[in-house]
Nanobody, 126 residues
């Protein structure tokens, strides 16, 4: 299983970014997959995840801190996970990572995820 996040960058407050996570070694439909972030000096935070479609209901889940601003989605033809981030704020500055859980349902707890990709830096600043 390999995951590679991309799409980070520098954006002004109120701006948008779309992150991508290219996945190989398994089908996005089969396992729970999610986005996490880690800011300097802070614990890794689960921000969004999506259940398996094949083995669960494919529903999405969000942390309160990003609900209504971030949208998780996937393109099964490209085996790629996305995170659309709108109305970004300085508190969103962090390294963003994608991860896979060896189960069909997701939980926003990084300790419950098994495979991790390298992160991509998101910086929100004026």
């Amino acid at each position: 299983v390999q995951l590679q996040a991309s799409g980070g960058g520098l954006v002004q407050p109120g701006g948008s970014l779309r992150l991508s996570c290219a996945v190989s070694g398994f089908s996005l439909d089969d396992l729970a997959i999610g986005w996490f972030r880690q800011a300097p000096g802070k614990q890794r935070e689960g921000i969004s995840c999506i259940n398996s479609v094949t083995n669960d209901d494919g529903s999405t889940h969000y942390a309160d801190s990003v609900e209504g601003r971030f949208t998780i989605s996937r393109d099964n033809t490209k085996n790629t996970l996305y995170l659309q981030m709108d109305n970004l704020q300085p508190d969103d500055t962090a390294v963003y990572l994608c991860a896979v859980r060896r189960d069909s349902w997701c939980i926003l707890n990084p300790n419950r995820f098994d495979y991790w990709g390298r992160g991509t830096q998101v910086t929100v600043s004026s």
